[in-house]
Structure formats: C-alpha cells, structure tokens
C-alpha cells in the first residue's frame, strides 16, 4: 500500500474503541468490532471493490494495526529500560508514531516479544521521520488539573453515556452538546459559578466566528455552558490536543477540528473546509484568537489573523466573547478558590463587504472592543467578593 496515510489510520482506529480499547464493554463486541473494521476498509479501499477485495485490504490493514501497535509496545519497553539503565540500544531515534499512539499506554501489556511478532514486524518500525524534530515542550495533562479531572469524568460516564452517542454519530457537532449537559457539572469540583450574558447573540441560526480570550483549560467548562444556547456549533484547537485521551478522542468525536500549526498547507486546507461547513451548515466556530493560554489576568494578548480571515473569507459576522479574568487561581503557589466567572456576549461584529486588507483594522476594533469589557469585569467581580476573599492575582 504506497503512499499509507498512516496518521489518517491511527485516527480512524482511536474513533473505534472496540477495535483496541479492552477496558470498554464493546471490545468483546464481536459484530461492533466487524462493523468498525468494516468502516475503515471503506475508508481506505476504493470507491468500487468486490467482497474477496474488501475480505483482503480488512486482512491487510488488520495486520498493519497489529504492527502498528507491537512497534508502540517496542518503544516503550526501549525507553524503560534506557530509563533504568537495564538495557543498551544502538537506536537514537524514538518511534515515529510514538506519541499519537499514546492513548494505548493504559491497554497494552508491556511484554517480552515472541519469535512471531518479531518476523510479523512491517516496515513501520524502520520509518524515520519526515520532519525534523522540534524541541517543543511536551503536553501532559499534568499541566493542567483541570484537565486531569476532566479526563477522569470523561472515563467514569464514557460506557454507560457518552461513547455510544459518539461512535453511532462521529464527527458530529451535536455530539459537544450531549456532552455538555454531562461534563459541565465538572463545575462543581471546584466550586465555580458560571453567568452568561447576552447570550442571544449565539442563539441566531446563521454562521459565525466566535472568538474569545484564552485564560486556562478551564474555558472549556464555560463552552460546556454556552453549548446549549449556540447550538451548532464547533471548536478550532490545535493538534497537540487530540493526543490528550480521553479528552482529545471526545473532542474529536464532537466534531473540535485540530489544526497542525507545523504544517501551514495542510491546516489551511482543512480551515477551507471548516468555512465552508460554517456557511452551508449554519455552524459557529470557535476560536481563541490569543493563540495560547494568556497567563497574565491584567491584560489580553495580541490576536492572531486567522479566525478573522476565516470569517472575512466567507462574509460572517465575528462574535466577542469575554471571560471575566480568573481571579481565583494563583499558578505559582497552585491556589485554586472558589469563584465567579461571568461571560459576556458582545454585540456581532460583521464583516459583509470587506476584504482581507481589512483585517488589520477589524482586530484591532474587536480587540479593543474586547478590551474594555474584560477591565470592566475585572472590577466587577472583584468588587462583589466578601472582605476576606483570598486574593490570588494583583487587580
């Protein structure tokens, strides 16, 4: 099989728990996991193929998943004994797939390699990068509580709630709102209290581009709020994200579109996609338009072009939203205190008529926009805390 998309694959059989997940009741489904094979044969066949020719590409992309999973055990069993210093090896590079095949850490038993795995090993494992490594910092979930505990929820309600909505629907926008009738009551783990305001403006049946500031993980919980009042409505997150199970499999099964910001072709192609759904479809999409998480409560960060030329681009208004700043958290001492964070819709912004020269001065119109408001909430809530509130960030 040239030319394999093999991250494409690795992504098609994380959608399909059955296939390798042995903690879920539908992995000894055994017509769910023909289905599921099914599924990805069709995927990856051609349009026209005859029973005996799907019955052969099943038997191959079986295998290939088989090696692709050995290799992944492989490495990890490498890097524990590099680890503890029981082991030498000649092999400096780490496995390409490595990290997006993270999600089997917890379901693959670590053991020794039998003859036959050994002979069944396919070329994966002498594949060498095609891209230079970068020495990004590596995303855990230990960097943020939040989405550990997030995580943690998402796993105890997955077989009895979330996944079978998910799977009989993947990719599906519906499917962030379900999901956020259950996982916002994460909310009350730390005891916040969330206010919508103006949330009209998301209710209007049309496309859109929401952008919106980006303070923590915890943005997420108060999306999980306003869900329900946008309707359809999708996220823009970066690829990294996906690799964060359960969260990033949940994410990707409620239609979040993940953008490889290494890979400036390919993420442009996929937010022509995404604009084009936008319109046809009705759907807002979200995005923080900061970049990053903006560890600095006092002010907003600079925002980048690309939701604004999203929705110039496709002639759709631009919604502000803006969370009031968090004040309950201090990330150096790990405080975390109760709270209050209020959300507030602003008017839409449209964008009928103008032109990407325009974009320049329509971001700074939204930023200033959005500006004032986020020091008009600043005061706000921290005005109505009681006296002996512990402050944990300087107003």
Request: proline residues 4%.
């Amino acid at each position: 099989m040239d030319n394999f998309d093999t991250e494409r694959f690795i992504i098609e059989i994380i959608s399909r728990p059955s296939i390798w997940d042995n903690s879920s009741l539908d992995y000894s489904d055994r017509d769910l996991k023909k289905k599921c094979w099914e599924k990805v044969v069709d995927l990856f066949g051609e349009q026209e193929q005859t029973v005996e020719q799907k019955k052969s590409l099943g038997l191959v992309l079986q295998k290939r998943w088989k090696s692709i999973r050995s290799c992944y055990a492989r490495e990890v069993k490498r890097q524990n004994n590099v680890k503890s210093g029981s082991g030498a090896t000649n092999r400096k590079s780490e496995y390409i797939y490595f990290k997006q095949l993270q999600f089997l850490q917890k379901v693959v038993a670590i053991r020794e390699i039998g003859v036959e795995e050994e002979n069944s090993e396919s070329t994966e494992l002498g594949e060498r990068p095609k891209q230079k490594v970068t020495n990004k910092r590596k995303l855990t979930v230990d960097d943020d509580p939040f989405v550990q505990a997030l995580n943690n929820s998402i796993e105890q309600r997955r077989p009895a709630v979330i996944w079978p909505y998910f799977l009989l629907n993947p990719k599906d926008n519906r499917n962030a709102k379900v999901a956020s009738r259950i996982l916002k009551h994460v909310t009350k783990i730390y005891d916040l209290k969330w206010q919508l305001r103006d949330g009209q403006y998301l209710s209007e049946d049309r496309g859109a581009v929401i952008v919106s500031n980006h303070q923590s993980s915890l943005d997420i919980l108060g999306m999980f709020n306003i869900w329900e009042v946008a309707d359809k409505i999708t996220a823009i997150a970066k690829k990294e994200l996906f690799y964060v199970w359960p969260f990033g499999l949940s994410a990707y099964l409620g239609g979040v579109v993940f953008i490889d910001r290494n890979n400036s072709k390919g993420a442009y192609k996929q937010l022509q996609v995404t604009s084009e759904v936008m319109v046809k479809k009705k759907t807002k999409i979200w995005v923080f338009p900061e970049g990053t998480r903006n560890k600095d409560y006092t002010k907003l960060l600079p925002f980048k072009k690309g939701a604004f030329n999203i929705a110039v681009a496709a002639q759709v208004p631009i919604i502000p939203v803006v969370f009031s700043p968090y004040y309950f958290i201090n990330r150096e001492k790990y405080i975390f205190n109760k709270g209050h964070v209020v959300i507030q819709c602003l008017e839409p912004v449209p964008t009928t008529g103008l032109s990407m020269k325009d974009v320049p001065d329509l971001i700074q119109k939204i930023h200033d926009q959005m500006t004032v408001t986020y020091k008009k909430l600043f005061k706000e809530v921290l005005t109505d805390l009681p006296a002996d509130y512990p402050i944990t960030v300087i107003g």
